[in-house]
Protein backbone atom coordinates (compact mmCIF):
# COMPACT_ATOMS: atom_id res chain seq x y z
CA UNK A 1 0.00 0.00 0.00
CA UNK A 2 0.78 3.26 -0.87
CA UNK A 3 -0.43 6.58 0.95
CA UNK A 4 0.13 10.75 -0.55
CA UNK A 5 -0.41 12.73 2.20
CA UNK A 6 -1.43 16.29 0.73
CA UNK A 7 -1.19 19.24 3.26
CA UNK A 8 -1.15 23.25 2.75
CA UNK A 9 -4.37 24.27 0.66
CA UNK A 10 -6.41 26.54 2.05
CA UNK A 11 -7.97 30.41 1.66
CA UNK A 12 -5.42 33.20 0.49
CA UNK A 13 -6.35 36.80 -0.89
CA UNK A 14 -5.44 37.70 -4.21
CA UNK A 15 -1.41 38.31 -4.21
CA UNK A 16 -1.11 36.34 -1.22
CA UNK A 17 1.34 32.88 -0.84
CA UNK A 18 0.76 29.32 -0.23
CA UNK A 19 2.77 26.52 -0.20
CA UNK A 20 1.75 23.08 -0.51
CA UNK A 21 3.85 19.21 0.29
CA UNK A 22 2.85 15.84 -0.58
CA UNK A 23 4.84 12.81 1.08
CA UNK A 24 4.45 9.41 -0.52
CA UNK A 25 4.99 6.71 2.16
CA UNK A 26 4.10 2.67 2.14
CA UNK A 27 5.87 0.10 0.33
CA UNK A 28 7.76 2.35 -2.48
CA UNK A 29 10.58 0.92 -4.08
CA UNK A 30 11.02 3.72 -6.98
CA UNK A 31 9.24 6.78 -7.99
CA UNK A 32 10.36 8.90 -11.29
CA UNK A 33 8.42 11.76 -10.57
CA UNK A 34 5.84 13.93 -8.77
CA UNK A 35 3.69 16.69 -9.95
CA UNK A 36 0.88 19.08 -9.39
CA UNK A 37 -2.53 19.07 -10.76
CA UNK A 38 -5.40 20.87 -10.36
CA UNK A 39 -9.16 21.42 -11.07
CA UNK A 40 -11.33 23.90 -11.17
CA UNK A 41 -15.17 23.76 -10.91
CA UNK A 42 -16.65 22.62 -14.08
CA UNK A 43 -13.23 22.59 -15.75
CA UNK A 44 -11.07 19.17 -16.56
CA UNK A 45 -8.16 18.05 -14.53
CA UNK A 46 -4.72 20.18 -15.77
CA UNK A 47 -1.07 20.11 -15.04
CA UNK A 48 0.27 22.56 -12.69
CA UNK A 49 3.93 21.43 -12.59
CA UNK A 50 5.80 18.49 -12.51
CA UNK A 51 9.39 17.34 -11.18
CA UNK A 52 11.71 14.40 -12.20
CA UNK A 53 13.84 12.45 -10.02
CA UNK A 54 16.79 13.96 -11.79
CA UNK A 55 15.12 17.34 -10.79
CA UNK A 56 13.56 19.01 -14.21
CA UNK A 57 10.80 21.14 -13.69
CA UNK A 58 7.92 21.12 -16.29
CA UNK A 59 5.54 24.50 -15.55
CA UNK A 60 1.59 25.18 -16.95
CA UNK A 61 1.76 28.37 -18.88
CA UNK A 62 -0.40 29.94 -16.46
CA UNK A 63 1.75 29.72 -13.47
CA UNK A 64 5.37 30.11 -14.65
CA UNK A 65 7.07 32.98 -12.30
CA UNK A 66 4.92 32.44 -9.79
CA UNK A 67 5.02 29.17 -8.71
CA UNK A 68 8.06 26.78 -7.73
CA UNK A 69 7.84 23.30 -7.81
CA UNK A 70 10.85 21.66 -5.78
CA UNK A 71 11.07 17.98 -4.23
CA UNK A 72 13.20 15.78 -1.46
CA UNK A 73 14.03 12.56 -3.23
CA UNK A 74 14.79 10.90 0.20
CA UNK A 75 11.40 11.63 1.61
CA UNK A 76 9.65 10.65 -1.53
CA UNK A 77 8.27 14.13 -1.25
CA UNK A 78 7.08 17.24 -3.64
CA UNK A 79 6.38 20.79 -2.58
CA UNK A 80 4.96 23.72 -4.72
CA UNK A 81 5.43 27.38 -3.85
CA UNK A 82 2.66 29.48 -5.05
CA UNK A 83 3.03 33.24 -4.76
CA UNK A 84 0.93 36.19 -6.47
CA UNK A 85 -2.05 33.98 -6.23
CA UNK A 86 -4.73 35.02 -8.58
CA UNK A 87 -8.52 34.20 -8.32
CA UNK A 88 -8.37 31.58 -11.61
CA UNK A 89 -6.16 29.85 -9.22
CA UNK A 90 -8.50 28.73 -7.24
CA UNK A 91 -9.21 25.08 -7.81
CA UNK A 92 -8.69 21.40 -5.67
CA UNK A 93 -4.92 20.47 -6.01
CA UNK A 94 -3.79 17.07 -6.73
CA UNK A 95 -0.47 15.20 -6.34
CA UNK A 96 0.35 13.02 -8.47
CA UNK A 97 2.81 10.02 -8.42
CA UNK A 98 4.43 9.06 -11.64
CA UNK A 99 5.92 5.69 -12.80
CA UNK A 100 5.87 4.32 -9.40
CA UNK A 101 7.15 1.36 -8.73
CA UNK A 102 5.99 -0.69 -5.25
CA UNK A 103 6.65 -4.44 -3.67
CA UNK A 104 2.79 -4.83 -4.65
CA UNK A 105 3.47 -3.33 -8.25
CA UNK A 106 3.72 -0.65 -10.92
CA UNK A 107 1.27 2.39 -11.48
CA UNK A 108 1.65 5.18 -14.24
CA UNK A 109 -0.25 7.50 -12.57
CA UNK A 110 -1.05 7.40 -8.96
CA UNK A 111 -3.01 10.26 -7.46
CA UNK A 112 -3.56 11.76 -3.87
CA UNK A 113 -6.94 12.71 -2.46
CA UNK A 114 -6.40 16.48 -3.16
CA UNK A 115 -6.70 19.73 -1.29
CA UNK A 116 -8.71 23.13 -2.01
CA UNK A 117 -6.93 26.18 -3.04
CA UNK A 118 -9.40 29.40 -2.88
CA UNK A 119 -7.95 32.89 -3.46
CA UNK A 120 -10.62 35.54 -2.60
CA UNK A 121 -10.82 38.58 -0.93
Known amino acids: QVQLVESGGGLVQPGGSLSLSCGAS????????MGWYRQAPGKERSLVAT???????NYADSVKGRFTISGDNAKNTVYLQMNSLKREDTAVYYC???????????????WGQGTQVTVSS
Open 26 to 33: GSILSINA
Open 51 to 57: ITRGGST
Open 96 to 110: KVIDLWTYSGYFKDY
